[in-house]
Nanobody
Framework: QVQLVESGGGLVQAGGSLRLSCATS????????MGWYRQAPGNQRELVGR???????NYADSVKGRFTISRDSAKNTVYLQMNSLKPEDTGVYYCKATVNGLAYWGKGTLVTVSS
């Protein structure tokens, strides 16, 4: 079992920044990948980006150049730095860990970007 707890969401104006955190109950290096997803009202959950255990990241086209995923192995925490936020970035952001083919999710943190 892996417990994930997201934090850092809130209300921000367009053009602003937020940093989300995902704290895990076990070493993040035991996960094949750690990902950030988001779900806007009425929409399906979508991938924002992920970081692989061996290194490397990939991002959705809509956030490339604005969002950055990083990790702190000592703190078992993964971060999502979000810059130049847009109203369409509004949604609940979820952290996901993939461990031995199994997916574990946090409960999410709400990000609201006002225009």
């Amino acid at each position: 079992q892996v417990q994930l707890v997201e934090s850092g969401g809130g209300l921000v104006q367009a053009g602003g920044s937020l940093r989300l955190s995902c704290a895990t109950s076990r070493s993040i290096l035991s996960a094949d990948a750690m990902g950030w997803y988001r779900q806007a009202p009425g929409n399906q959950r979508e991938l924002v980006g992920r970081i692989w255990r061996i290194g490397g990241t990939n991002y959705a086209d809509s956030v490339k150049g604005r969002f950055t995923i990083s990790r702190d192995s000592a703190k078992n925490t993964v971060y999502l730095q979000m810059n130049s936020l847009k109203p369409e970035d509004t949604g609940v952001y979820y952290c996901k860990a993939t461990v031995n083919g199994l997916a574990y999710w946090g409960k999410g943190t709400l990000v609201t970007v006002s225009s």
